[in-house]
């Protein structure tokens, strides 16, 4: 169970925590994005649990493997952690695009397992990234979709705005964005 009674947001690992460097698989080479920490801290301060999901292709692609992006996590986790910053969970689809599972986002798979693990509500979520995919699951499961504009997206910039979904430069203004909408 979890320790607040906000709603849980669910956070992208690649291009949204971290600065995107396609298929990581090296844990050196893990690099917090800046605004992270201040955002996530924002979040955990107002009892949301913090659910990183993350698509990672590189696996079913045999470019790196499972135990690879664990260590990626974890080194990403121990930083965060040094901040006074804790994740609650980590969740990673090992699937190439087309694999035919149910975790890959935009489909809702980790979100499903982690609402299932941790006694979280997913209606009323929020959902950060900065793919069309992130966004899009939240659609899937009752959320908020939120577009950041590190990493990838710019790539989505025009669709986002084109739906009317939140955009915001990085994941301190996402969370900025949260709290307001929590305050309405």
């Not at 690879?68 to 986790?77: H, L, Q, S």
């Not at 890959?104 to 499903?112: E, H, S, T, W």
């Not at 009323?124 to 577009?147: C, F, N, P, Q, W």
Request: hydrophobic share 40%; with cysteine; aromatic share 6%.
């Amino acid at each position: 169970m979890t320790g607040g009674s906000a709603p849980p947001v669910f956070l992208d690992r690649d291009g949204t925590l971290i600065v995107e460097r396609e298929y990581l698989s090296d844990p050196d080479e893990a690099t917090i994005e800046a605004g992270v920490v201040e955002g996530l801290r924002i979040l955990q301060e107002r009892g949301h649990p913090l659910i990183v999901l993350s698509n990672q292709s590189g696996i079913a692609r045999g470019l790196f493997a499972s135990h690879d992006a664990d260590r990626v996590n974890e080194r990403v986790a121990a930083m965060l952690h040094r901040q006074g910053v804790d994740v609650l969970a980590w969740y990673v689809c090992p699937h190439a695009p087309d694999g035919g599972c149910d975790c890959r986002k935009p489909l809702p798979g980790m979100a499903l397992a982690a609402a299932r693990d941790w006694h979280v509500e997913l209606k009323g979520s929020y959902v950060v990234g900065d793919k069309r995919s992130d966004v899009e699951m939240a659609d899937a499961i009752g959320g908020t979709g939120i577009l950041v504009t590190t990493g990838h997206g710019r790539l989505a910039l025009d669709w986002a705005r084109a739906a009317s979904r939140p955009v915001f430069d990085g994941l301190r203004s996402a969370a900025a964005y949260i709290v307001h909408l929590e305050q309405e």
